[in-house]
């Protein structure tokens, strides 16, 4: 059944084998280096079932993917409210923000893409780090540093140096959704992996996390370009 499936194996310095099913279907699996491939291969054959099934609704989920297109009254997503685009002769900046709504070049059509994904990464950055400011105290920790970039399939990330990196689409996130986010990569900073104890420390600070997990699993498609 997984010959069916799209695997990328990955090795590090971790303790322990973990498997995730990125939000384009495809299937990544981080193990220790020294962990031997008929390991690997034993545990994944006894997750065959639960795998296939989990990569089943991760396909169903991608369905609500839209494609965009940067023409006047296309919707476009920021902090959970969708704003309507406009395409003007005369702005001062290629992309703002105002009154509702989007206002885009006319001769920087071509540029939209790259004009959105800065924006979301400007305008995002502030907002993140205000976050991790009101939750970092009460959870003992500090990145070292903090940054916004494209990370294919996956919202955030904690790595080994204690620094925390952001996929611009979060801040298509509602508020709500924006939290749970950046309290799951500080809760990393303590506990590396997917524990009882670290999601004890997640539920402190976001008591319905289960919620902001099942909507970024509905919703995520739908967030992109």
Request: proline share 3%; net charge positive; hydrophobic share 35%.
């Amino acid at each position: 059944m997984l010959d069916q499936l799209q695997l990328t194996l990955t090795r590090s310095a971790r303790k322990t084998l973990s498997i995730y099913i990125e939000r384009d279907g495809s299937i990544t699996v981080r193990a220790p280096k020294d962990l031997p491939l008929a390991k690997i291969e034993e545990v994944l054959k006894k997750k065959e079932y639960r795998i296939y099934k989990l990569w089943a609704e991760q396909r169903i989920l991608n369905e609500s993917h839209r494609n965009r297109e940067f023409v006047s009254g296309q919707s476009f997503l920021y902090l959970g409210r969708n704003y309507a685009l406009k395409l003007i002769e005369k702005i001062d900046e290629p992309l703002v923000l105002k009154n509702g709504r989007f206002y885009l070049r006319k001769s920087e059509k071509d540029k939209a893409k790259e004009h959105f994904i800065n924006f979301y990464k400007e305008n995002g950055f502030p907002k993140i780090i205000k976050r991790i400011d009101d939750y970092k105290t009460t959870l003992s920790v500090n990145p070292k540093k903090v940054r916004i970039i494209d990370l294919q399939n996956r919202w955030a990330s904690c790595t080994q140096e204690g620094n925390l990196i952001f996929h611009w689409k979060c801040i298509m996130a509602p508020y709500s959704i924006l939290n749970y986010i950046v309290v799951h990569e500080l809760v990393h900073l303590k506990i590396k992996n997917h524990t009882k104890a670290f999601w004890n420390e997640v539920d402190k600070l976001i008591p319905n996390y289960l919620d902001k997990v099942d909507w970024l699993k509905k919703n995520g498609a739908g967030m992109d370009l």
